[in-house]
């Protein structure tokens, strides 16, 4: 079922987190999450503190006080929210210096924790994901290319997988993040990839799992950690992979998600898994605490995955966080229906004058809607309403601008492309713009858009065949949007 294990809070993590513990946890609840890993970063020495931590003075026996009260309060709402959600307490490691492992396993003594993120930030004792400047100071001491400080960090993960044998292997490459290529693959270099395999069989022999992290989504990678091809060798070698959303704060708790499940599939993951409380031990540091598999074709029918692709695909507006990438926001979270749906796509080709529009129905019961046109690809159907040129067509990569109106789908209104009730409109908040073609939208939106000519307007009707059963069978939705010009001239009614 939906869970996530790996999250922070700004109220013990404040440096680089927000909101206070329980904020995130009601809205796991509200996404409709069943299981939730609170897992707040361990205590570290003085020696490893980040600037802002060495600029308010704090002391480690500080962070182990701030430490204890995180593990209070997440018992406390362990129980409090058990009706609603099964709660797991645990923590992210630090493995740094030789010290780590002693400060690791004084904790796991301290406190009956469910579970533990095994984690490398640090290589040569320096932070590799905190800012450029860290990451190219590791790179020095490793003897300057990104393939050495690669192979480092492979061996200090692995030194971490042998003390400590973590349930979780947190961001597995994220070694990655900083580097000359984020996206690069690391078969590239076989002295590297060999380290890479090396883990994963580590991995297998002990029973960890390793999670599939959508927090490199948001910072701008266009896969999950770890990459796809480290995904396919764990998979060929009988490893396990869970979910976790690495949330810093309510508005991340689930981020990518819909993303990362269609990842999953690409990829050839057919089960996933994920800890649960009970009688079984699957370690006996986690007494009560045990592995169960729930094959990904069961997972993407979960009511959760409804709600977190009607949030996250919705991307109507975005902000920038310097070198973290991109992170996207939507402008009505609360509701089922997606503010996602198209209207006017514009590729980069300044010499042309005109804009791409189309107006989409989308049936989310998983049936193509008996309507006019031809078919563009699976699940997608167009009319067109306006002839476009004819060759001038969105690449893969360009960037389009969307504006929208979205009304309720209704039968009654055939006459009118079945416009019903206007729930959402991207009027007045400004132009969505996005890359096409590169699974940053909906599948649909990606073939449907990219098949339209410069100038032309159509109607593209998608099945919704991305997530069977994604609403329910009332919540038939359309978009239809006017065709626009460049210029400043009225807008023609929809």
């Not at 729930?423 to 939208?441: Q, Y």
């Not at 449907?448 to 998608?462: A, H, N, P, R, Y």
């Amino acid at each position: 079922m939906p869970f996530s294990h790996h999250s922070h809070s700004g109220q013990f993590c404040e440096s680089h987190a927000k909101n206070e513990l329980e904020e995130v946890v009601r809205t796991a609840v509200e996404k409709k999450m069943e299981t939730f890993a609170l897992t707040e970063h361990m205590p570290r020495d003085q020696d490893d503190f980040y600037p802002e931590e060495v600029a308010a003075s704090q002391t480690t026996a500080l962070l182990l006080e701030i430490f204890d009260a995180y593990y209070k309060e997440a018992k406390r709402l362990q129980g409090e929210y058990s009706s609603s959600i099964h709660i797991l307490v645990g923590l992210e490691t630090d493995w740094i210096r030789p010290s780590s492992q002693q400060l690791i396993e004084s904790l796991l003594a301290k406190h009956q924790f469910d579970l533990f993120v095994g984690s490398v930030h640090h290589v040569h004792t320096v932070p590799i994901d905190y800012d450029q400047e860290m990451y190219s100071k590791a790179r020095d001491i490793s003897g300057g290319t990104d393939e050495k400080l690669f192979e480092d960090y492979f061996d200090a993960q692995l030194e971490m997988l042998k003390a400590l044998k973590p349930p979780i292997v947190g961001h597995f490459d994220l070694i990655r993040l900083k580097s000359d290529d984020p996206d690069g693959s690391f078969q590239r270099w076989d002295g590297v990839w060999q380290k890479v395999l090396r883990n994963l069989y580590f991995i297998v022999d002990y029973g960890g799992l390793v999670e599939l992290n959508s927090a490199a989504l948001r910072k701008g990678m266009s896969e999950p950690y770890p990459k796809a091809e480290i995904c396919k060798a764990f998979v060929a070698k009988g490893g396990r992979f869970t979910l976790s959303d690495d949330s810093h704060g309510v508005d991340q708790v689930g981020f990518g998600f819909d993303r990362v499940l269609r990842f999953v599939r690409e990829v050839g993951i057919e089960t996933m898994s994920f800890l649960e409380l009970g009688n079984s031990t699957r370690d006996v540091r986690f007494p009560g605490v045990f592995i169960v598999d729930v094959p990904v074709a069961e997972l993407q029918n979960h009511a959760f995955f409804v709600a977190v692709e009607a949030s996250n695909v919705s991307r109507t507006s975005s902000k920038v966080s310097g070198t973290e990438g991109h992170e996207y926001q939507s402008k009505n979270q609360a509701n089922l229906v997606p503010d996602f749906l198209t209207s006017l796509a514009t590729p980069r080709h300044p010499q042309h004058s005109s804009k791409i529009t189309a107006a989409i129905v989308l049936d989310s019961t998983c049936n193509i809607i008996e309507h006019r046109g031809s078919t563009v690809n699976m699940g997608v159907t167009k009319k067109v309403l306006k002839p476009g040129n004819g060759t001038d067509k969105p690449k893969k990569g360009d960037e389009v601008t969307i504006e929208y109106t979205g009304n309720l789908y209704d039968e009654s209104q055939s006459s009118n492309d079945y416009r019903g009730k206007q729930f959402d409109s991207s009027k007045g908040r400004g132009d969505f713009k996005t890359a096409i073609g590169v699974g940053k939208v909906i599948k649909g939106w990606d073939e449907g858009v990219t098949d339209m000519s410069l100038g032309e307007k159509s109607i593209l009707t998608i099945s919704g065949y991305e997530s069977p059963n994604k609403f329910a069978r009332s919540a038939k939705l359309l978009a239809a949007m006017p065709a626009i010009p460049l210029s400043n001239s009225a807008l023609p009614p929809i």
